[in-house]
């Protein structure tokens, strides 16, 4: 007997016979022996008509007061959930963020876990019961209702997971695992039986939109399984393990890609201790997040600062920078928006040498010009002009033989 | 500086611009000094809404659950009306059953208040805020969900007046008070100032519909003085008080009447002890609620047995009592589904003789004949056919001068 957490996002559990589907895969899985713990997310459009009306209500509506309008959404659809699981025959039992009880700290629309009591939960499983849990929600110490904020239902079932010890935990989403990249892209794309937390990380963070940084983390940090299928189609889905798979030997697990950058440099920057700070201060004050960031001094004991940041944040960033240019002597800001940011992972960077000068004569091969480059441990990110990014990423995805299946 | 709780229904709420309109009213009391507790129910439309999509899940939706998904409706009021106050410079904070909390037996759809904790709202009432409270729900001891049952909101306002000593609960409904009949059978039907928790009982029984009648009951327990008011309209409304109105010399304060009657008759059954139980005992298991009892003793040692049902239980009544006819040795079963009830109300009874006679006379100067009396130390009531209904609400309001003002 096995102990299984389940979470179907808002497009699994969009529609009255969506809730029925799930129903019917929950109760095969009850019939079978396991133990089943279900989180589900509000359905979609739910949550959208709320923040609607709390619009029309008040212009920045209150964040506490959010969070008791938004929990409404989880809270229908673990009843009905519940209801189509009775009417099938299957005992069941729903519980909000609050019932479980989800404990978290008290920023609203976007809490952190602090603890999770399982005491209820366990005695209704070992019962025989499925579990029905509002995903997304909590309750801070003073029972005021929380909400975890983007990704919120996958962040509830990876903790749940994780305080019941569940064998894996399953993130039922409309993709049936993580691709060597995105299919849109390269069509030869292929689906990966395990990835690793790390890669997984850095794939999602890249922008494979599967699952939610987040819930990454939080898997990686607590050890748990995450598998990723699809909830309309059969399949094994991918599994992220914390183990390194020594015994394959690709030397990395896919491409990711993130079309939303933009870069900014400022030249001819005097190089003085604190400069960095200087120039990165403002743009954090002005809540701009920062992506990459590459500093290089000419000969001139002048540097030459570099960083990407969103596209939709690039004006915003760059008439800051004009306006402290003068300030720090610095010569001038030239930035560019239509850059992509092209990246590598695998954990067999770690021991495999040349894999930066394949991906590097790969791009060169076809011509294309690399604009930045960043490496972490498994990872290597190149920013590129846009209109390459198909080449780049099909280029790469060949050269890396990511199309072939990898022998165990 | 008074303590108020306010009820406001869901037509009240129904929309965004009514929930508006909820909040500058309770901004214009709050203004004033007093501290303001709210008590909102679903917009309305959105219980319906959520029992059929609950229908479309189950037949026979689990109660519990059903509590579950149906209390989401007042939260989603309590948010947006704390947001629209919010956004009219008024601070307010809202609560759900749960968190107030209102402690409930485990009956789901239909539980009973046990207790009600007020630490939090006084806290936060200190605090200058106003207080939104979810009706119509609570939780029982292990924190389930339940919900009141029908008026459940004005049973959430009743209670939380009696926690907090509040000086008045005033209810805003779609009327302006307590009239003296129903305006639409009597144009001349006059709003009373006052009434007592005893004479609106018998008026809501009978089919008064402006409060419910557990809520009455509930006031009149814990000397709760609830006014009545209109959500649309300026006006006070009636006042709903423990104190009779010894000044005032009315003899009777309204009219009520029920149009949903049926009667039935078994006659010639044979005078034992025990009949009255052996006629209405199948009736009550078949869950079936009797209004109106009348025994009389006939000359043969044989009784007439006739009792009052709602019009749509009459055809299994009736085929009940056929079932036991031969059993009780009785003559035969009659019945009449075109009869309704009119009562005339007022505690003025009590002291003043001549009343019932009043009443008979002034039916028979129109001819009506009056087929069932049954009397209480305040109301009397009568049968009539369904076709006199009019005629003796009308006859029966000018022959006790209800639409004269009372002098004081």
Do not use: W
């Not at 699994?12 to 089943?36: P, Y």
């Not at 064998?167 to 689906?191: F, L, M, N, S």
């Not at 790390?198 to 939610?212: F, P, R, T, Y």
């Not at 306006?323 to 960077?349: F, H």
């Amino acid at each position: 007997m096995a102990l299984y957490v389940y979470k179907f996002g808002g497009t699994s559990v969009g529609s009255v016979e969506r809730i029925k589907a799930v129903a019917e895969k929950v109760k095969k899985a009850h019939d079978l022996g396991d133990q089943i713990v279900v989180v589900v997310s509000a359905m979609s459009g739910e949550t959208n008509r709320l923040v609607s009306l709390a619009r029309e209500m008040q212009q920045q509506p209150t964040e506490r007061e959010m969070d008791v309008l938004l929990s409404t959404g989880e809270q229908v659809t673990v009843s009905l959930l519940s209801m189509a699981l009775h009417e099938i025959g299957c005992p069941a039992c729903s519980y909000t963020g609050g019932q479980v009880k989800i404990l978290t700290d008290s920023s609203h629309t976007k809490a952190r876990i602090r603890n999770i009591d399982d005491t209820r939960i366990r005695m209704h499983l070992n019962a025989g019961k499925v579990i029905v849990v509002a995903g997304f929600q909590g309750v801070d110490e003073h029972d005021n209702i929380t909400t975890l904020g983007r990704g919120g239902s996958d962040t509830t079932a990876v903790a749940l997971a994780a305080a019941l010890k569940a064998d894996e935990c399953h993130i039922y989403t409309d993709v049936d695992g993580v691709y060597t990249t995105d299919p849109r892209v390269e069509p030869k794309a292929r689906r990966l039986d395990k990835i690793t937390f790390e890669e997984m990380l850095e794939m999602a963070s890249l922008g494979s939109k599967v699952l939610q940084i987040r819930s990454v983390e939080f898997a990686g940090k607590y050890n748990v399984a995450l598998r990723v299928l699809s909830s309309f189609k059969e399949g094994k889905g991918t599994l992220i393990t914390y183990e390194e798979s020594q015994m394959e030997s690709a030397l990395i697990s896919g491409i990711a890609f993130n079309r939303d950058e933009a870069k900014l440099t400022i030249t001819g920057v005097p190089d003085l201790p604190g400069v960095a700070f200087k120039i990165l201060g403002p743009i954090a004050d002005a809540n701009i997040e920062i992506d990459m960031i590459v500093q290089n001094i000419a000969d001139d004991s002048t540097t030459d600062f570099t960083f990407t940041v969103h596209r939709n944040d690039y004006l915003r960033a760059k008439t800051l920078l004009e306006g402290i240019r003068e300030e720090l002597g610095a010569r001038k800001v030239t930035g560019d928006d239509s850059i992509v940011k092209i990246s590598i992972v695998g954990v067999g960077m770690r021991s495999h040498a040349g894999i930066a000068s394949t991906m590097f004569k790969t791009l060169a091969k076809e011509g294309i010009n690399i604009r930045m480059i960043s490496t972490s441990e498994i990872k290597i990110s190149v920013v590129v002009d846009e209109k390459y990014l198909e080449l780049a990423v099909r280029a790469l995805h060949a050269a890396f033989k990511l199309d072939q299946e990898v022998e165990s």
